[in-house]
């Protein structure tokens, strides 16, 4: 996939209504899957940005984590981490249940986080993108 701004500003769009929707639903597990959801948008924006197809959760916070460490700390994908568990256990099972910590870092860091992926964007010039382009199609010929 080539590089897409148009489509990383609707991923962000994407983010900006799941963030809303988060922000005015009471209830629990709603309210981790939409700000799950914006997490993964607002990640997912910057992947089109640059020219990345990945439709598996776990790939795209791999890719992030991998190629994009000039722009997260260490412990930014494993919060998209833990919030894609916390996402599955409150919508796939009635039996697990998110902690409250989780939660409530969720609840609570999901909007900086998409001011965060909209900096990023802003500084994805055309030379970044082709830098990363370039490391990741290195990898991609090392696993060949």
Request: proline share 3%; with cysteine.
């Given at each position: 996939?080539?590089?897409?701004?148009?489509?990383?500003?609707?991923?962000?769009?994407?983010?900006?209504?799941?963030?809303?929707?988060?922000r005015v639903n009471v209830i629990k597990d709603?309210?981790?899957?939409?700000?799950?959801y914006t997490l993964y948008f607002s990640l997912?924006?910057?992947?089109?940005?640059?020219?990345?197809?990945?439709?598996?959760?776990?790939?795209?916070?791999?890719?992030?984590?991998?190629?994009?460490?000039?722009?997260?700390?260490?412990?930014?994908?494993?919060?998209?981490?833990?919030?894609?568990?916390?996402?599955?256990?409150?919508?796939?099972?009635?039996?697990?249940?998110v902690p409250d910590e989780q939660y409530n870092?969720?609840?609570?860091?999901?909007?900086?986080?998409?001011?965060?992926?909209?900096?990023?964007?802003?500084?994805?010039?055309?030379?970044?993108?082709?830098?990363?382009?370039?490391?990741?199609?290195?990898?991609?010929?090392?696993?060949?």
């Amino acid at each position: 996939m080539e590089p897409n701004s148009n489509l990383a500003e609707a991923y962000v769009k994407k983010a900006e209504e799941a963030l809303e929707s988060m922000r005015v639903n009471v209830i629990k597990d709603w309210k981790i899957s939409t700000a799950y959801y914006t997490l993964y948008f607002s990640l997912y924006s910057i992947l089109t940005k640059i020219g990345i197809k990945c439709e598996i959760h776990s790939c795209t916070i791999a890719f992030a984590k991998r190629f994009l460490r000039e722009f997260f700390s260490e412990e930014d994908p494993d919060f998209i981490e833990d919030s894609l568990k916390a996402r599955i256990d409150s919508q796939y099972y009635i039996d697990r249940t998110v902690p409250d910590e989780q939660y409530n870092k969720m609840v609570k860091n999901t909007p900086w986080f998409l001011v965060k992926c909209k900096s990023i964007l802003i500084k994805l010039n055309e030379k970044k993108i082709n830098e990363v382009r370039k490391k990741f199609k290195k990898a991609l010929a090392e696993k060949r």
